[in-house]
Nanobody, 126 residues
Framework: QVQLVESGGGSVQAGGSLRLSCAAS????????MGWFRQAPGKEREFVAS???????YYADSVKGRFTISRDNAKNTVYLQMNSLKAEDTAVYYC????????????????????WGQGTQVTVSS
């Protein structure tokens, strides 16, 4: 069982930055594939970024070049650095983990992940 707790959300003006953190429980964090998703009101949950156990990263086209995902295995934490924020980035952001250790490949669908955090609100005003 993996428990995930997000933090770092808030309100920011367009063009600003935020860094989200996701703290994970368990001693095998370094072996898990991690992802960030977001869900805006009235919309489906969508993929934002992911990082494999080996450090490979993947991004949605809408955030490529503005967001950076990273992980610190010593702290059991995955981060999402968000720069040049836009009003359309407003959403609840969720951290997720795939419950298979050392999984290969890349995962972009919400149903491919097994564990989820409670979410953190990001509001960008224009």
């Amino acid at each position: 069982q993996v428990q995930l707790v997000e933090s770092g959300g808030g309100s920011v003006q367009a063009g600003g930055s935020l860094r989200l953190s996701c703290a994970a429980s368990g001693r095998t964090f370094s072996s898990y594939y991690m992802g960030w998703f977001r869900q805006a009101p009235g919309k489906e949950r969508e993929f934002v970024a992911s990082i494999s156990w080996s450090g490979s990263t993947y991004y949605a086209d809408s955030v490529k070049g503005r967001f950076t995902i990273s992980r610190d295995n010593a702290k059991n934490t995955v981060y999402l650095q968000m720069n040049s924020l836009k009003a359309e980035d407003t959403a609840v952001y969720y951290c997720a983990a795939k419950g298979v250790k050392y999984s290969s490949g890349a995962y972009f669908r919400a149903d491919e992940y097994d564990y989820w955090g409670q979410g953190t609100q990001v509001t960008v005003s224009s």
